[in-house]
Nanobody
Framework: QVQLVESGGGLVQPGGSLRLSCAAS????????MGWYRQAPGKQRELVAT????????YGDPVVKGRFTISRDNAKNTVYLQMNSLKPEDTAVYYC?????????WGQGTLVTVSS
């Protein structure tokens, strides 16, 4: 069982930046495919970005590509989501996800609120 702990959420003004972090337990983090998802109030959870064990990235919504960047540090068992030029519509709970084989683990989520 892998445990994921997100951090870095908070209140930010439109146009601002935040960096989310997700720390994973376990010794085989480098094999995990990692992802960030988000769920806005009243909406379904949606993909934000994924990164494979080899470092290939994918962004779920063309609107976030160019503003958000997913990255990973295998030495720290951590995946990051750098979010720039934030908009009010980016307000959501952001969840970290880890997948390898039959494993599909989720963090508890971190709230990002973009408001003036």
């Amino acid at each position: 069982q892998v445990q994921l702990v997100e951090s870095g959420g908070g209140l930010v003004q439109p146009g601002g930046s935040l960096r989310l972090s997700c720390a994973a337990s376990g010794s085989i983090f480098r094999f995990y495919a990692m992802g960030w998802y988000r769920q806005a109030p009243g909406k379904q959870r949606e993909l934000v970005a994924t990164i494979t064990s080899g470092g290939s990235t994918n962004y779920g919504d063309p609107v976030v590509k160019g503003r958000f960047t997913i990255s990973r540090d295998n030495a720290k068992n951590t995946v990051y989501l750098q979010m720039n030029s934030l908009k009010p519509e980016d307000t959501a709970v952001y969840y970290c996800n880890a997948r390898v084989g039959a494993l599909d683990a989720w963090g508890q989520g971190t709230l990002v609120t973009v408001s003036s």
